[in-house]
């Protein structure tokens, strides 16, 4: 999995790309820990993804815990496979989505 980043210090975003597995969570994870400092707008562009796996939900998961008392998390772009695996694990009642 690659990752693009921007921060310009109360924004921020990511654009994740191809996969968010196990092998990959945990570097993202720490990427976003030292990332989402100060930020109150984060936004996760999925138009690139084309799988996520139960550790890439939690990452997800823990990064808008972090956001909901910091600001704001969205998700877009999920393309329709991710979109699946929101809608059946409920992270799409969760999540933020922008479609």
Do not use: C, H, W
């Not at 654009?15 to 993202?28: G, N």
């Not at 030292?34 to 936004?43: A, C, I």
């Amino acid at each position: 999995m690659e990752f693009f980043k921007s921060n310009n210090g109360t924004e921020a975003s990511v654009i994740l790309d191809k996969k968010l597995s196990a092998v990959t969570a945990d570097t993202l994870e720490q990427e976003l820990k030292r990332f989402l400092v100060g930020v109150k707008k984060f936004t996760v562009d999925m138009s690139k993804l084309e799988y996520i796996s139960s550790a890439g939900l939690r990452v997800l998961l823990k990064a808008q815990k972090l956001m909901n008392t910091q600001g704001k998390m969205t998700v877009k772009n999920a393309v329709p496979e991710v979109r699946k695996i929101f809608e059946t694990t409920g992270f799409d009642e969760i999540l933020e989505l922008d479609v």
